[in-house]
């Protein structure tokens, strides 16, 4: 996932890989954050340098960002994602696995088991590094699978929901209440 971001007037293009590789400006970092007890503090080290942030969003949208004692006023001006598999594996015909981009905070799950979603939909809000993040889904289908809820924190990589063609075999629309009319029993 790509982000800019601007920190007291300043832009920042930084750049997270599925591995967990950053990037500032192109620039290789080697980045390590842990939330502290759910609090909104932070340990944060940066190659190898290790740093205490602790972050307070703003009424418009801003973040108010302490590190090592020193204030910055911080905003996202945007995120976007640098390849398919960042946030959803998809296999073709078969269903897309929405996961979490980065570690975090489930802030919001919008979707339940059984729902019909449209292309672009927000599935799921993380919140990482004090930034909110939308997960959308890239196709339209049905949520086959749910497998977590908010308040509580993920991975990076941990899948959250699975969201399958709303179409079975035959091309017949399935319905949201039953998932596999094909099944017995």
């Known amino acids: 996932m790509r982000y800019r971001i601007v920190v007291e007037g300043r832009t920042f293009e930084v750049e997270v890989d599925p591995s967990g590789q950053v990037w500032v400006n192109n620039r290789t970092l080697s980045v390590d954050l842990e939330g502290i007890d759910g609090l909104p503090l932070y340990s944060l080290l940066v190659d190898n340098r290790s740093y205490e942030a602790h972050v307070e969003a703003e009424e418009d949208g801003e973040c108010r960002v302490v590190v090592s004692g020193r204030s910055f006023r911080a905003s996202l ?32 799950v919008r979707v339940s088991e059984g729902e019909l979603v449209g292309e672009g939909d927000v599935v799921a809000v993380l919140e990482s590094m004090k ?9 339209a289908g049905v949520v086959r699978a749910l497998s977590v809820s908010a308040g509580r ?24 209440d039953d998932p596999d009319p094909h099944q017995n029993g």
């Open 77 to 108: 001006q945007g995120v976007q994602r640098h390849s398919p598999g960042t946030a959803h594996r998809h296999r073709v015909g078969g269903p897309t696995e929405i996961s979490a981009p980065l570690p975090g905070w489930l802030v919001e």
């Open 131 to 139: 930034m909110h993040l939308e997960l959308r889904t890239p196709q």
């Open 153 to 176: 924190e993920v991975a990076q990589g941990e899948v959250l929901a699975v969201i399958d063609n709303p179409y079975n075999k035959e091309g017949e629309e399935q319905s949201c």
